[in-house]
């Protein structure tokens, strides 16, 4: 099988067009909770710590160095500075907690909604025929059971 061929079996299962939607709605989702990390949670965890900026929040290994430029000599290069980012850490670490969060509540209502969907005993929703059918053959086998159980 050719790969052109293996890929275009594999886009038309809908694998591909499930993750690119997958992908489009989490790229969404990642701007939202971004937003309500930098704009909700941030602003008042800065004010109870005295206006610091976590985002700009830093460790410094060693500090920078400009470059001079002497009058008539070669000019003395500069260094970058160097320093661990803790507050984009903490930042990060923020937004993982939320889309964690959201990700298991959404996780949870779909769990709820399908059992409920999946229950043949409840009359508010429509039970899907392969589901009764699977129902029936377990109440039939549970019902042959008893009958062998007593002989």
């Known amino acids: ?9 594999f886009a038309v299962k809908g694998n591909m067009i499930d993750m690119a939607v997958g992908i489009i709605i989490g790229t969404a ?6 937003t309500i990390v930098d ?11 005295d206006d610091v900026n976590f985002a700009n929040r830093k460790w410094v290994l060693r500090e920078g160095v400009e470059a001079v430029s002497g009058s008539g000599t070669t000019p003395t290069p500069g260094t970058e500075e160097i320093a661990i980012g803790y507050g984009e850490l903490l930042q990060v670490s923020i ?5 964690g969060f959201t990700v ?3 996780i949870k209502l779909m769990n709820k909604l399908r059992n409920r969907a999946q229950d043949p005993k ?3 929703v ?3 025929k392969d589901i009764e059918l699977l129902n029936d053959l377990k ?10 159980s007593r002989k």
Request: net charge negative; hydrophobic share 50%.
């Open 126 to 128: 429509v039970t899907p």
């Open 29 to 34: 989702f990642n701007n939202v909770v971004t």
């Open 1 to 9: 099988m050719g790969l052109l061929t293996e890929f275009k079996e």
């Open 122 to 124: 409840n009359p508010e």
């Open 39 to 49: 704009k909700v949670f941030l602003p008042p965890l800065s004010m109870l710590t």
């Open 139 to 148: 109440e039939l086998m549970e019902e042959q059971n008893k009958i062998l």
């Open 95 to 99: 937004d993982f907690v939320i889309i």
């Open 104 to 106: 298991f509540l959404v």
